[in-house]
């Protein structure tokens, strides 16, 4: 193996800013994606999303589950829409951890890619759970531990092998899934709609729940509901390995904030005006045995025999069962499909994890193993191992519990609120303090300002998102018994090893390394192809630099 980015460098004592691009080295990380490859890097982590929150939501937030993904979808677009600026901006692997680092130094940095790693590893085994749980609609034996553990045990295992090969491997199976997917759901919710939707069963579940309206279920049900959004930054991981990226970024961002939106809404409101809510709550199933009967009217024998495996482990493929005329031929493909898009989904939890911890520690914020990687596919094989090791303790714990998706759901929203929570604050402080920087994507809705004489705009999305998805974080922490246990701890126990390795390493511990950003940036606009966007920055840095000369 090799280091990437050995150059060496002079600065203070204590102080080895030694790479902060890596994009010089001999086994840089290869472009090997393009628009579509961009894109469905980020559906393959996002849209599988709502094969596994669905359920959970509409059994916590009941006849409001549709508000519940209304107002995550909401954040949702001011999210996408600060990553989108920022990636386009930044276009190195690091995602959410490089812009907070860019924007507020090193160790809030730190806290921002460590927070999104443990959703990542999160995303690794619950979403290898579950595909798990999608593939056992056709062998019910196998849906109970241990063997759905084992199975998704071997799934994380095949994706670590897949990884190590390469980018370009990956991005195959991400690909051609999604394309499926999206023709699926499609089929699925239009289907639903004009044959299976009934308009006053709708009101009536959620006029039940507005009448007996119950605040702790829908703050439980919308903190699970963002579950349904969380992944975007996909796109960012991979934007070092994409084709022109500060260009086809932020189409493909785009594209992608308006389908998972669209997907979620449609997804919620069809299963209200379809199914008893209370058929995804499993608790409610076992103990009611009337509704247990309604459950199968109308199916077969076989579907009946599933339902309970269905509406727990595979609850959009127990929405299709309840399809007319299709239903018994579809709810079989979109078991299929869940399986392979569940396992694309796990997937670019395997590959961000990665690259999240590669570009913290060609940063110095994590240790210099993580940088290393393999000379024959040119993938950072020691972060994939350790991440994957990490994911696979996740499910093993998760499995000696009672419900081992409800155990890494409970987990799922923190890291992903706080990193999410420190990317907003970033944007805004970027906003005053990078104005050279090209913006080819900005954040609409914007108020100018002034400050000792210079005018900056700040979002007015970005503000409304910093607000929604702290409130978000609040709902976690009053609401979710394990990730407000597990969320702090992991956050704790990660600066404390930060802070072992920046004292060991002589650099500072709650200060920030001296970067050369400017040096870093025009190197990956060049190597990238993004010629004109390298001089616009040039003239920018001397216009800056005549203003305020030295």
Not at 137 to 150: A, E, G, K, R, Y
Not at 300 to 315: D, G
Request: proline share 5%; aromatic share 12%; with cysteine.
């Amino acid at each position: 193996m090799t280091v990437l980015d050995p150059r060496p460098r002079t600065g203070e004592r204590g102080r080895e800013p030694a790479s902060d691009g890596a994009i010089g080295s001999e086994h840089k990380l290869r472009r090997a994606v393009g628009p579509w490859g961009s894109y469905s890097w980020g559906y393959a982590d996002v849209g599988a999303d709502i094969y596994v929150a669905l359920g959970l939501v509409v059994a916590s937030a009941e006849g409001f589950s549709n508000i519940a993904f209304l107002f995550a979808g909401s954040i949702y677009v001011c999210v996408g829409l600060a990553y989108t600026e920022l990636a386009a901006m930044y276009p190195m692997a690091g995602g959410g951890q490089l812009f907070v680092l860019r924007g507020l130094g090193d160790i809030w940095g730190f806290i921002a890619g460590w927070a999104v790693l443990l959703d990542f590893t999160i995303d690794i085994a619950l979403f290898a759970l579950f595909s798990a749980g999608y593939f056992d609609h056709f062998f019910p034996n196998l849906s109970q531990p241990p063997w759905i553990i084992i199975e998704a045990a071997i799934l994380v295992l095949f994706l670590l092998g897949l990884n190590v090969i390469g980018v370009r491997e990956s991005s195959r199976l991400n690909e051609v899934a999604s394309a499926l997917d999206i023709a699926t759901e499609t089929t699925l919710i239009f289907i639903g709609f004009l044959f299976a939707f009934d308009p006053a069963f709708y009101w009536h579940q959620v006029m039940a729940f507005a009448t007996h309206f119950d605040s702790s279920k829908l703050l439980f049900g919308t903190s699970l509901a963002i579950i349904s959004f969380v992944g975007l930054e996909s796109i960012a991981q991979a934007s070092q390995e994409t084709r022109r990226p500060t260009t086809v970024v932020p189409r493909t961002s785009v594209a992608l904030i308006l389908t998972i939106l669209a997907y979620a809404l449609a997804m919620s409101n069809l299963a209200l005006g379809v199914i008893p809510w209370q058929t995804y709550d499993p608790s409610a199933a076992s103990s009611n045995p009337a509704l247990a009967a309604a459950m199968c009217h109308g199916l077969s024998a076989t579907a009946c025999s599933n339902a309970h495996l269905a509406h727990e482990n595979a609850p959009v493929a127990w929405l299709a069962i309840h399809l007319p005329y299709v239903g018994s031929f579809v709810a079989p493909l979109i078991a299929i499909l869940g399986t392979l898009l569940l396992l694309i989904s796990s997937n670019a939890g395997v590959y961000g994890s990665s690259r999240i911890i590669y570009s913290m520690s060609i940063r110095d914020l994590a240790p210099k193993i993580f940088t290393r990687v393999q000379p024959r596919f040119r993938t950072p094989v020691i972060s994939l191992v350790v991440f994957c090791v990490i994911a696979l303790g996740e499910l093993v714990f998760a499995g000696l519990t009672p419900n081992a998706a409800n155990t890494l759901g409970d987990m799922y929203a923190f890291g992903a609120a706080s990193s999410y929570t420190l990317v907003f604050v970033s944007l805004l402080v970027l906003r005053y303090t990078d104005r050279d920087t090209p913006r080819t994507f900005r954040v609409p809705w914007n108020v100018r300002l002034r400050r000792k004489g210079e005018s900056f705009e700040i979002p007015i999305v970005g503000v409304l998102g910093l607000l929604g998805i702290s409130s978000v974080l609040g709902m976690v922490i009053l609401t979710h018994p394990i990730g407000r246990v597990a969320g702090p701890v992991w956050i704790v126990l990660g600066i404390v090893g930060y802070m072992i390795y920046r004292r060991r390493r002589r650099l500072p511990v709650t200060g920030s390394l001296q970067r050369d950003w400017p040096a870093v940036q025009l190197e990956v606009y060049e190597e990238s192809g993004e010629a004109q966007l390298a001089e616009e920055y040039r003239e920018a840095l001397r216009r800056e630099a005549r203003k305020h000369p030295s």
